[in-house]
């Protein structure tokens, strides 16, 4: 038995060094590959002021953009450490407002998911607006429209109109790919898109991934769905709205409606380390920067502003 | 219709349907395969993924996976022997017994789906551990600790009886006779069941989206002090793993190549799962020759 | 005689301290379980206690509609979507597993086994997002070809579903079969019954209630799968009118809507309860086989 408990230690211990050499390995084709992110371990650096750890959490929309300017915020503050998470901006939300997390990460206003008996729990969350969203209309390559009106939309979304033919297009029935009725794109999409809260019609598909959405409207004959500007590309016909061409300088200029904000709150004023991270967020050096990188609108050039309620101002 | 005719044509369906599911077998992993094995190479297997550029690769979700697999086999195999044993040798036939046994069955047929709401209301909302890769081994052992349990206690109900009496006879104590004369006959059968039930928890995603999130923060795999954020080792940190990657680049990836990617890692996953089969056969022969072996030296 | 008493005195320590561990695991199982039904049910029940929504308005209601301006949370959408899928997939599955169950034990018992056994492990290896993903790139786009409709919905629901669950039925069938005693078989043979009508008369009719046990097995875990049939039903929350229409089960609607609703809201109390009824569905078909193999045993 003795001899037994010895092999499987040695098992075990050669499991382990497997694992670290596999790491090993990694760390160095990682730096091979050219890749930027930094192989060395961090060490303290005296001078550095800012020091803790940060937590955020919800949307995976905007999830890519946190991670990529935490790692960047990360490499100046050496002694700060940011984790981002995902879950959904309705876990962002309850984890912030909980105080579970520093930031909560959603897609919507807090006060559209935190109502009624939660309502006070908004009200203590402060907003912070980083980048902007816009949602355009897409339809399968085949349907042979290209310009819908407000009014169309909502005669499609509503079932009203079932085939292509009746706003202009081909002889094709009109397949819905709509999001489920919790998703912050829908929201945006119905309260700018449509005007209106829809019901959900018998046999159309929903799905709450752009990625699903766009593969499913790309293949399904006389599909229509909405996808944010950042999954567009040639495999679909993208809507022009009430004449308006869904793009990035449009959005900026308030021609375009069909946009929302990401928003990262915290709950109450931030200490000091969430704060700077936030405050590096709407630097220009991001902005114009990963925001732009990655598909989003930069928050700190629109030209227009919005409140919880969709009033819209001009800056 | 003559019993003969009927005979034929039966025998023929049987046959022809056993094959279909040999056909469905090949065909999956064929597609699998085909579209997968072109894109997996080591640069795919250790680099970083990327957001919005091609060329990303699965290497901290390769890494997450195994872990992850590391640390729930850490917590269920040490418990579910402990209860396996319990169950195989000590347990009288009653009330209990038969009620821990329902037990076992219950939670093992849990929908993973409600196993994972489970962990994300206690593990990670109440005992705040958020999502991060304790709270995923925590979930997954709900699910893997009554396999375990099951895998042992018939491991020890397989060894003959007259080993145990004859360890009797010797005058030695139960526990001693559990622990060195049932133990080490009944130890192949556990492992192959380990490793295939290791193969589960390896390709498992619906548990983990709510417990060990869907992120993987820039690994240092340099840093190997389990107690800094950045280390691949610390336990507390966010960690999506190899099938909760796919579904999320399924679904969300932004990349030009993530469907590549998806057939990549799904790829990786079943050769993955592939080799866990062959190992639990192999593992389990060989312990078995290891074993009878010695004893014939004893 | 002092080295004597010290000896004894040891092995019962021994003893002692592994029964309390082995206590201490088996009060493990029973804490899970008890914590996962007490928290599982108090989130579930929380719809029904505040008001929300009455018992019969969330089982019998058809209309989902937890955001709206009236908001309503009929549930019987998913409920029977949930039920459908795992029918379907069960009518598909059972009669193919059935036919490799008997090809391995009555066909041809040498190489079809080790044929078959190998391909059984793999397909229940699999891992489901993998299922999920081969299911929306191969099974829909063909369905959308054959048949009205966009493919998505309920048929490629319970296809994929199907090929999920072939392995579970079919190894409970196979083992059922081959625990059959050989003179059963053998009489039946020396009357100069034909191999279909031993199969058919004798064999199915005897091991009938373990091959059921091996299909409510297999319906179990059709009903709690997630990921897969989330990828291909289309979410709908309607009754479907035919089976290419998009639909939507209890699995898929939580796993699209837990993220993005806030803990505590209707609509997030509303997708616990449906939780709770995968729990309670949980415990019938864990009834459901036991049922099965007691009257197995008589």
Sequence with gaps: MQFRKSWIMTLALTSVLALSACGANNATTNNGGGNTSATNAPTETSGTELKGSVLASGSTALQPLVEQVAEKFMESNKGVDIQVQGGGSGTGLTQVAEKQVDIGNSDVFAEEKLKDADADKAAALVDHQVAVVAIAAVTNKEVGVKDLTKQQLVDIFTGKVTNWKEVGGKDEKIQIINRPGSSGTRATFESFALGTKTEDLQGSIQEDSSGTVKKLVSETPGAIGYLALSYLDDSLTTLSYDGVEPSVDNVIAGKYPVWAYEHMYTNGEPNETVKAFLDYFLTDEVQSGDVVELGYIPASKMQVARDVKGNVTTK | ?298 | ?298
């Design chain 2, 1 to 298: 219709m003559k019993p003969r005719t009927a005979d034929k044509i039966a025998t023929t369906l049987i046959v022809f349907f056993a094959l279909l599911i040999v056909g469905i077998l090949v065909g999956l992993l064929g597609y699998i395969l085909m579209r997968g094995i072109s894109h997996i190479s080591w640069d795919f297997l250790t680099s970083a993924p990327q957001k919005i550029r091609a060329g990303g690769g699965v290497g901290p979700q390769l890494f997450n996976s195994i872990f992850l697999l590391f640390l729930t086999l850490l917590i269920t195999v040490p418990l579910g022997l402990g209860a396996g044993i319990f169950m195989a040798e000590y347990a009288r036939p009653g009330k209990l017994t038969a009620f821990i046994r329902l037990i076992v069955e219950v939670l093992s047929s849990f929908p993973s789906i409600v196993v994972g709401l489970f962990g994300l209301l206690l593990i990670v909302n109440y005992f705040n551990l958020g999502f991060s890769l304790i709270s995923g081994a925590l979930a997954l052992t709900v699910f893997n600790l009554p396999l375990m349990v099951r895998i042992t206690e018939q491991a020890f109900r397989t060894v003959p009886k007259q080993q145990k009496e004859a360890g009797f006879a010797l005058g030695l104590s139960k526990w001693k006779i559990v622990t060195s004369v049932l133990f080490p006959v009944a130890l192949p059968t556990i492992i192959t069941g380990t490793i295939l039930s290791a193969g589960r928890v390896f390709g498992e995603a619906a548990a983990l989206m709510f417990t060990a999130g869907m992120s993987s923060p820039r690994l240092d795999f340099g840093n190997w002090n389990p107690l800094s954020p950045s280390s691949p080792l610390n336990p507390f940190r966010p960690a999506e793993t190899l099938a909760v990657h796919i579904w999320k680049i399924n679904s969300e990836g932004l990349a030009p190549d993530a469907v590549q990617i998806a057939a990549g890692a799904s790829a990786v996953l079943v050769i993955t799962v592939l080799i866990f089969n062959l190992a639990a056969r192999y593992f389990g022969r060989f312990i078995y020759r290891k074993l009878t072996a010695s004893k014939r030296m004893n």
């Design chain 3, 1 to 298: 005689m002092k080295a004597n008493k010290s000896r004894i005195e040891k092995h019962h320590i021994e003893d002692f301290i592994g029964r309390t561990y082995m206590s201490f695991c088996v009060t493990l199982l029973i804490v899970i379980i008890v914590s996962m039904v007490y928290f599982v049910a108090s989130k579930g029940l929380s719809t029904f206690i505040s008001g929300t929504t009455s018992v019969s308005e969330f089982f019998f209601g058809t209309k989902w509609s937890p955001d709206g301006d009236t908001p309503s949370f009929g549930a019987l959408p998913f409920i029977s979507g949930s039920f459908l899928v795992t029918l379907l997939a069960a009518l598909i599955a059972s009669p193919l597993s059935i036919c490799a169950a008997l090809f391995m034990t009555e066909i041809v018992p040498g190489w079809g086994k080790k044929l078959l056994q190998p391909v059984i492990e793999l397909l229940s290896g699999i891992p489901s997002v993998v299922y999920g993903f081969v299911g929306l790139s191969v099974i829909v786009p063909l369905l959308r070809n054959i048949f009205p409709g966009q493919g998505i919905g309920v048929a490629a629901g319970a296809l994929v579903l199907s090929v999920m669950i072939l392995p579970t039925i079919t190894s409970v069938a196979a083992d059922a079969l081959s625990s059959l005693p050989q003179n059963l078989k053998e009489s039946s043979f020396a009357l100069g019954a034909t191999r279909w009508q031993t199969i058919s008369r004798v064999i199915i009719p005897t091991t009938l209630p373990a091959i059921m046990t091996g299909v409510v097995l297999g319906m179990a875990r059709a009903f709690g799968e997630a990921l897969a049939v989330q990828m291909v039903i289309g979410n709908a929350p309607f009754v479907p009118r035919s089976l290419f229409e998009s639909a939507s089960t209890l699995t898929s609607v939580i796993t699209l809507g837990m993220g993005n609703t806030t803990m505590g809201s209707p609509h997030n109390n509303a997708l616990w309860s449906m939780a709770l009824v995968l729990m309670l569905m949980t415990f019938v078909f864990v009834f459901l086989v036991r049922l099965l193999e007691r009257r197995n045993k008589i």
